[in-house]
């Protein structure tokens, strides 16, 4: 059984466009993450739910918009897409306290030409 | 500001061998540093923690090294096999409201040769 899905996983559309990534997770937790993988393997945080609240949101421009529909599920849209956006998106859950184990999705990967 | 940096790049051993990743940081005020591995084409899997307070801690394989003195973070695996070829992150864990914050380093690849 899959633990942290996402969809799609390629993504590949013209810049202006406006797209979305799906996440879902299996295994129970309250808190769900979003990272953004540069070319060079940067990872770095976007946003963090925790049961369906926004808890962590770093400087991301206001083109990103997540959304927490349940627990199980946070998803990505993105506005307007630019060059700079392409990048691997990872969808992460974890439980909020005690443990540094956040599990992580398979990514995707978005080409923005 | 916050910086977790590796020292190498590439890593290159031979299976058998055992390897060992550094990771420099620059901010001690974390409750945790942590290890994770990405092979490719997948998601990081975490690896192993320790707390700030420890200086060893020891795992299946593998034993991370904490030197607060030096601010030096260390992954050592034993018998490494090709199964370990991957990068790996050290990343500053911090305890938020809601949830733990990671911050990761660039990344180490390692490569394992038979």
């Known amino acids: 059984d899959t633990a942290v899905s996402q969809t799609p996983k390629y993504l590949v559309t013209q810049m202006g466009n406006d797209k979305s990534i799906k996440c879902e997770q299996n295994l129970g937790h309250d808190t769900m993450y979003w990272y953004k993988q540069d070319s060079k393997k940067f990872l770095k945080i976007m946003f963090s739910y925790n049961n369906k609240e926004l808890i962590i949101n770093e400087t991301v421009p206001n083109r990103f918009s997540p959304k927490s529909p349940d627990k199980a599920h946070l998803n990505l849209h993105i506005n307007s897409l630019e060059l700079g956006d392409s990048a691997v998106y990872f969808c992460a859950s974890s439980q909020p306290w005690g443990s540094w184990t956040q599990y992580f999705g398979p990514g995707t990967r978005l080409t923005v030409l | 500001g916050e910086s977790v940096g590796l020292h190498l790049p590439t890593l290159s051993v031979q299976e058998g061998d055992n390897s060992i990743i550094n990771c420099a940081y620059s901010?001690?005020?974390?409750?945790?540093f942590i290890w994770y591995k990405q092979e490719s084409g997948k998601g990081p899997q975490f690896i192993i923690d320790?707390?700030?307070?420890?200086d060893k801690r020891q795992g299946q394989r593998v034993t991370v090294l904490l030197n607060k003195t030096v601010k030096h973070l260390s992954l050592q695996i034993a018998a490494t096999q090709p199964g370990d070829s991957a990068v790996y992150f050290c990343a500053e864990g911090l305890l938020t409201g809601g949830g733990n914050k990671l911050t990761f380093g660039t990344g180490t690849q390692l490569k394992v040769e038979l």
């Open positions: 901010n001690s005020a974390s409750d945790y």
């Open positions: 320790i707390r700030s307070n420890m």
